[in-house]
Nanobody, 122 residues
Framework: QVQVVESGGGLVQAGGSLRLSCAVS????????MGWFRQAPGKEREFVAA????????RYADAVKGRFPIARSSAKNTVYLQMNSLKPEDTAVYYC???????????????WGQGTQVTVSS
């Protein structure tokens, strides 16, 4: 089985930066594409960013494109979401997930972390 654990959430001022980390264990990390999703209170979970198995391709939601680069470290079995120029509307629980191929579809992710809260104050 694959275990996915997010960390790095917290409270940050608008305009600030925060880096989320997602540690993956239980299987070979390179076998999985990875994605980040977020869910605000009362809202549907939405796609944020994804990265292919080898890190060569990425996908971003329009709302975060240019602000939230995604990257991965094979040496650390970890995927990162660098959140820059944060806005109050970025406030949400952020989830990391693993899939067999690069995708933006929530339903195609097989393994999910428990989520980490990101709160952006104005």
């Amino acid at each position: 089985q694959v275990q996915v654990v997010e960390s790095g959430g917290g409270l940050v001022q608008a305009g600030g930066s925060l880096r989320l980390s997602c540690a993956v264990s239980g299987r070979t990390f390179i076998d999985y594409a990875m994605g980040w999703f977020r869910q605000a209170p009362g809202k549907e979970r939405e796609f944020v960013a994804a990265i292919s198995r080898n890190g060569g391709s990425t996908r971003y939601a329009d709302a975060v494109k240019g602000r939230f680069p995604i990257a991965r470290s094979s040496a650390k079995n970890t995927v990162y979401l660098q959140m820059n120029s944060l806005k109050p509307e970025d406030t949400a629980v952020y989830y990391c997930a693993a899939s067999l191929a690069l995708t933006t579809k929530l339903s195609e992710y097989s393994y999910w972390g428990q989520g980490t809260q990101v709160t952006v104050s104005s």
